[in-house]
């Protein structure tokens, strides 16, 4: 072979060969994003079978559980997302990608996450169920007498207690006075 040949041959090797890596690439790539969508829905189809088991257990607490659910479900997500790029760069970033995807994903941040979906819960939902369920409301007010009479009991003045207890009565339906 002379030597332009011998050039070109070289040259198209080379370019098979950084083609053939590419494509390695690009696989892992597509591997990684094609396992976060697969991981997305079936965290999708078990939050729901999460949520009907729950509610069908407990429907007084409905609004609590749409709201913790819908809050682990987007964090679940947003987890899925932060591992799926991360294992989609690792490749461009020698790994680095995987690392710092898993220092997010640590215990310290998740348990910061697990507490703010059960707040998020117990508060939007709470305030839900609150308004939805008439016995929750009775027994809030209940709840209010109990404290007035402890507190007359101290002679502490008890007269926003009352009024919010008043309030809160005149929400209640005649039917479960």
Do not use: W
């Not at 494509?23 to 697969?38: C, K």
């Amino acid at each position: 072979m002379v030597a332009p040949q011998k050039f070109l041959l070289s040259v198209l090797l080379s370019l098979g060969f950084v083609s053939a890596n590419d494509d390695a690439q690009l696989e892992a790539r597509s591997s990684a994003l094609l396992n976060g969508v697969h991981g997305a829905v079936l965290n999708s189809v078990q939050q729901i079978d999460k949520l009907n088991a729950a509610i069908r257990e407990h429907p007084e607490h409905a609004g609590a559980m749409s709201a913790a659910t819908f809050a682990q479900a987007t964090d679940s997500q947003i987890d899925n997302a932060i591992s799926t790029v991360a294992n989609a760069l690792s490749p461009l970033t020698g790994g680095l990608s995987v690392a710092v995807g898993q220092a997010i994903l640590g215990p310290f941040v998740q348990s910061i996450t697990d507490g703010a979906e059960v707040f998020l819960g117990n508060v939007v939902g709470g305030a839900f169920d609150l308004v939805a369920n008439h016995q929750m409301i009775s027994n809030l007010a209940k709840s209010y007498t109990n404290l007035i009479s402890q507190a007359n009991r101290y002679n502490i003045n008890t007269s926003r207690l009352q009024y919010i207890q008043k309030q809160i009565q005149q929400r209640i339906p005649k039917q479960e006075l």
